[in-house]
């Protein structure tokens, strides 16, 4: 199977929480041997880890469960089982904390260098990292 397939987009919601389903979709697709291969190197580290981090549960083990199979929705519930109930003001503040993620923040830097990396050095619209994942995944010109 090629591994050119970038996941998807980190704005598709599970359950009202962005960027979960796009964490899911890379374990998957890592697993078939399909994921696209510059996302392995970071795979369980940035945004990942933050979210798991929020939703205080282990990378490993939430990875051996989204392999056991199961709706993004069955795993988010299970995540809240291991680790902690998400409430509305909860799902809100990791909302906004990952929409706005590398606008004049600690991953500005980081965003700059991926818009360099990329070619995009002189787009001024792409302002996060959720952004430039929709502009470097094609989803977005």
């Known amino acids: 199977m ?18 979960f389903a796009r964490m899911l979709d890379k374990m998957r697709l890592q697993a078939r041997g399909a994921l696209r291969s510059d996302f392995h190197t970071n795979l369980g580290k940035g945004a990942d880890q933050w979210c798991v981090s929020f939703l205080r549960v282990d990378y490993a083990a939430l990875k051996s469960r ?8 069955e795993i988010l519930e299970w995540c809240q089982a291991q680790g902690r109930r998400l409430n509305d003001v ?24 991926l818009k360099a990396e990329s070619g995009l050095a002189q787009r001024d619209d792409i302002q996060t990292m959720l952004q430039y994942f929709e502009v470097d995944e094609g989803r977005r010109p």
């Open 90 to 113: 909860d799902v809100m503040v990791w909302n906004q904390f990952v929409s706005k993620l590398g606008w004049n923040d600690f991953a500005s830097g980081r965003v700059a260098a």
């Open 2 to 19: 090629s591994n050119d397939i970038p996941p998807r987009s980190a704005y598709d919601k599970t359950s009202g929480l962005l960027y």
């Open 66 to 73: 989204v392999l056991e199979g199961g709706t993004d929705e």
